[in-house]
């Protein structure tokens, strides 16, 4: 599925287009070069879930994780990482087990290992934005 990204609430109905399609301890990889709307996304999921955390990225940290009136939701940026492997032993596991929702910037490697994750392709053109969701 497409969407153009060409305005916040246009981001917003991704979220909650994906907010609909996930269960508890699902996992959206968000890919997309830098500047493509992947924190964008994450923060408008947070706010549709009912947080009134400041969801920033998480590329010093690694992991976020934000209270939510919907469960926790985990921010993990994967750019540093890169292999799936590190991840894991950061406690992937754990929080897929009891988050309502695990987001993995730059979380491609992630792929192959988790085939029933949703993944959201961010793509920037110029002065536009969109995405694809690519579910199996």
Do not use: C, N
Request: glycine content about 8%; hydrophobic content about 45%.
């Amino acid at each position: 599925m497409h969407f153009q990204l060409d305005s916040l609430a246009a981001t917003k109905a991704l979220a909650q287009y994906l907010i609909e399609q996930t269960r508890v301890g699902d996992l959206i990889i968000l890919s997309g070069p830098l500047g493509a709307g992947k924190t964008t996304l994450t923060q408008a999921i947070a706010e549709l879930l009912g947080s009134s955390a400041s969801v920033t990225s998480p590329t010093y940290t690694l992991i976020h994780e934000y209270p939510s009136q919907g469960g926790l939701i985990v921010h993990i940026d994967a750019y540093r990482l890169g292999i799936a492997e590190k991840l894991f032993d950061l406690g992937l596991e754990d929080y897929l087990d009891r988050a309502r929702l695990v987001l993995v910037e730059w979380g491609e490697a992630l792929e192959p290992l988790f085939p029933e994750a949703i993944v959201v392709r961010l793509k920037l053109e110029e002065d536009r934005r969109e995405a694809e969701v690519i579910q199996t």
